[in-house]
């Protein structure tokens, strides 16, 4: 899960991203008002599931956390859920296939 990236994972990001995708940051609260990116929303992994129906199905969804461990949580809790969902791992991953 951790450091492992590939090409067409990240071909896929910018394929949503050009779909006008939502870009869920599932950090803590704190850890987004420190440093998030521009146009994300904050959902912290714990309350994914409450806050789920926040989030629209018609959408496709970048996911990404700090590290990879949290958003990988959330990006298999929205798949199982109906939602066209990509981890993109940490916010460093995120932010180089937003260049």
């Known amino acids: ?13 910018k394929d949503y991203v050009e779909q006008d995708a939502t870009l869920l940051d599932v950090r803590t609260a704190s ?17 994914i599931d409450a806050q789920m129906d926040k989030l629209d199905k018609n959408k496709p969804i970048v ?9 990988g949580i959330a990006a298999s809790k929205l798949k199982r859920n109906g939602f066209k969902v990509v981890n993109a791992q ?10």
């Open 63 to 71: 996911v990404y956390c700090a590290m990879g461990g949290r958003s």
């Open 1 to 13: 899960m951790w450091g492992f990236f590939n090409k067409n994972k990240s071909s896929k990001i």
């Open 90 to 99: 940490s916010i460093r991953n995120m932010r180089k296939n937003l260049k």
């Open 31 to 47: 850890e987004y008002n420190s440093d998030h990116i521009e146009g994300s929303i904050n959902i912290p992994v714990q309350g």
